[in-house]
């Protein structure tokens, strides 16, 4: 990948690593929305949204890894890389009416938005009050 990659968001093993760490489900069509919906009635659905370029971006998504310790059991979580399905983004913000940031956390249970978050406020979420 080279010196470009690392710089213009290709993976560094920082970021391989916090994926491994938590089982993100890629969200990459609009119909799962839909699913995310039906879902939330059984169990918290989360969604986090992340910019590939952004530092901050990149910072708070390891914050999130190493703060928070969540397993399939307790929820299922949604990765929506933002710059390569920013449509997926224009369709979370219509359907749960939360406007777009980025980082940003939605927490969704009984079909709504019970919870979200951006940028450093991500990590302050109390994840346990939803789960």
Known sequence: ????????G??????ESEEKRI???????????????????????LIFKHSTTCGISRMVLG????????SEQTADLYFLDLH???????????QFQVIHQSPQLLIIKDGEVVAHASHGGITEVNLSSYL
């Open 10 to 15: 290709g993976k560094t093993k920082a970021t």
């Open 1 to 8: 990948m080279g010196v470009f990659g690392n710089l213009f």
């Open 63 to 70: 914050m999130f890894s190493d703060n928070y310790i969540l």
């Open 84 to 94: 390569a399905h920013r449509s997926i983004s224009n369709a979370v913000e219509a």
């Open 23 to 45: 089982h993100w489900i890629p969200l990459e069509q609009r119909d799962q929305l839909d699913q995310i919906v039906e879902q939330s009635r059984t169990r918290p659905q």
